[in-house]
C-alpha cells in the first residue's frame, strides 16, 4: 500500500482557494491545503472559510487521510461545526473522493472531491433522520495558488 495514496492524489497536492457559498446564502472564501506526510502515507487536508474580506473567520476543519487495508480512503477529521468524526471512502468514480461518517449529534455527513478543468470542486453536506434531508453545508469550486513538492515514494 506505501505511496499508493499519494499516487492516486499527488494531482491534488498543493494549496487552492476560491469562493465557497454556504448555508443560508452567506458566501466567503475557502483556502485548502492538501500536503503529504509520512512520507507519502498519508495526507494532511486543511480547509479554513473566511468572509469575502478575508478579516473574519468562518470555520476551520483539518482532516488526515490515509488507507485502509481494504483500500479505501480513511479520513479522521476536526470541524469547528461538526466536532470529531471519521469518514470512510464511498464507492465512486476513481477522479473524485467521497468520503462518509456519522456525527456526534446522529446527522451523516458527506463530503465530496473532485477534479475538473483544472481544479477542485468540493461540496459537503449532511443528512438528517432515517430516510433523512440534506442540508448542504458548502460548495466551493477551487483553483490551485501553489503546488507543492511531492515527496519521494
Do not use: H
Not at 483539518?62 to 461538526?82: A, H, N, Q, T
Request: proline residues 5%; charged residues 20%.
Amino acid at each position: 500500500m506505501r505511496g499508493a495514496l499519494l499516487k492516486r492524489f499527488e494531482r491534488w497536492i498543493g494549496s487552492w482557494s476560491g469562493p465557497v457559498q454556504l448555508p443560508e446564502g452567506r458566501e466567503g472564501v475557502m483556502q485548502l491545503e492538501i500536503t503529504p506526510i509520512f512520507e507519502g502515507d498519508a495526507l494532511e487536508v486543511g480547509a479554513v472559510m473566511t468572509d469575502q474580506t478575508g478579516q473574519v473567520l468562518i470555520g476551520r476543519g483539518i482532516g488526515f487521510w490515509s488507507l485502509e487495508r481494504d483500500g479505501r480512503v480513511c479520513c479522521v477529521m476536526y470541524g469547528g461545526s461538526v466536532g470529531f468524526t471519521e469518514l470512510l471512502e464511498a464507492p465512486d468514480d476513481p477522479d473524485a473522493l467521497a468520503l462518509i461518517g456519522p456525527l456526534g449529534d446522529g446527522r451523516i455527513l458527506t463530503v465530496l472531491y473532485s477534479q475538473n478543468d483544472g481544479g477542485m470542486q468540493l461540496t459537503s453536506s449532511t443528512t438528517e433522520g432515517y430516510q433523512g434531508s440534506v442540508s448542504v453545508r458548502n460548495v466551493t469550486q477551487l483553483r490551485r495558488r501553489v503546488a507543492t513538492e511531492i515527496p519521494p515514494v
